[in-house]
T-cell receptor, first 110, second 112 residues
Framework: GQQVMQIPQYQHVQEGEDFTTYCNSS?????IQWYKQRPGGHPVFLIQLVKSGEVKKQKRLTFQFGEAKKNSSLHITATQTTDVGTYFC??????????FGSGTKLNVKP | NAGVTQTPKFRVLKTGQSMTLLCAQDMNHEYMYWYRQDPGMGLRLIHY???????AKGEVPDGYNVSRLKKQNFLLGLESAAPSQTSVYFC???????????FGPGTRLTVT
C-alpha cells in the first residue's frame, strides 16, 4: 500500500543550526502539503506544492517538491526555539487518497 | 469564527462501551475528516466526507462509523470500544480536496 515516510524521525539541534526533513512516497503524489504540530497541539498548515521541481520559501523555511513528485523536503535556516514541533508532509496519490507522512520531531536547544 | 471545534476534549471508556465524538466547523467547508494519531506516528485517516450526507472510508475505518447529517457537523462513533482505539482523534475540514485542512484541537480517548 501507499507509504509516506519521513526522515529523520527525530532531530535535536542547537539554536541557530539548520534543519532538514525529507518526505518520501512510494508512489507519485499529486501535491505535497506541509503541516507543523506544536507539542500538545494540533497540525497547522504551512504550505502546498503542486508542480514538479517547485520551490517555495516562507522566511527561514524552504520547501521543495521533487522532479518525480515522489519526494519533498523542508529546510529551516538558523533554527529558533519557536521552531520546536513535529513537521508532517501529506499528499494525494493518483487514486485521490490522502496520506500523512510519519513526521519529524524537531527539538531546538537554546 | 471558532474554526473547527471538537467535543469532548478528553474521555475515558471501558472496553465495550460506545461513544460519539462531535466535530463542528463554521467555515462552510465541504470536506471533513476524522484522523487518529498514535504516539510517534503520523495521522491516519479514519473516514471522510465530501459533502452533507456523504461519507467514505479512509485508511483505518474498522471499528468506527460516521455521519454527516448537517454540512457543519461530522460525527465519529465507536460502537464497542477496544483498547486499540486509545488515541488522540483529530477532526479537520477543508474547502475542497487539494485545499489546506484546518484541524480541531483534538480529543484524547483512553479505552481501559
Amino acid at each position: 500500500g501507499q507509504q509516506v515516510m519521513q526522515i529523520p524521525q527525530y532531530q535535536h539541534v542547537q539554536e541557530g543550526e539548520d534543519f532538514t526533513t525529507y518526505c518520501n512516497s512510494s508512489t507519485t503524489l499529486s501535491n505535497i502539503q506541509w503541516y507543523k504540530q506544536r507539542p500538545g497541539g494540533h497540525p497547522v498548515f504551512l504550505i502546498q506544492l503542486v508542480k514538479s521541481g517547485e520551490v517555495k520559501k516562507q522566511k527561514r523555511l524552504t520547501f521543495q517538491f521533487g522532479e518525480a513528485k515522489k519526494n519533498s523536503s523542508l529546510h529551516i535556516t538558523a533554527t529558533q526555539t519557536t521552531d520546536v514541533g513535529t513537521y508532517f508532509c501529506a499528499g494525494y496519490d493518483n487514486f485521490n487518497k490522502f496520506y500523512f507522512g510519519s513526521g519529524t520531531k524537531l527539538n531546538v536547544k537554546p | 469564527n471558532a474554526g473547527v471545534t471538537q467535543t469532548p476534549k478528553f474521555r475515558v471508556l471501558k472496553t465495550g462501551q460506545s461513544m460519539t465524538l462531535l466535530c463542528a466547523q463554521d467555515m462552510n467547508h465541504e470536506y471533513m475528516y476524522w484522523y487518529r494519531q498514535d504516539p510517534g506516528m503520523g495521522l491516519r485517516l479514519i473516514h471522510y466526507s465530501v459533502g452533507e450526507g456523504t461519507t467514505a472510508k479512509g485508511e483505518v475505518p474498522d471499528g468506527y462509523n460516521v455521519s454527516r447529517l448537517k454540512k457543519q457537523n461530522f460525527l465519529l462513533g465507536l460502537e464497542s470500544a477496544a483498547p486499540s482505539q486509545t488515541s488522540v482523534y483529530f477532526c479537520a475540514s477543508s474547502y475542497d480536496s487539494y485545499y489546506e485542512q484546518y484541524f480541531g484541537p483534538g480529543t484524547r480517548l483512553t479505552v481501559t
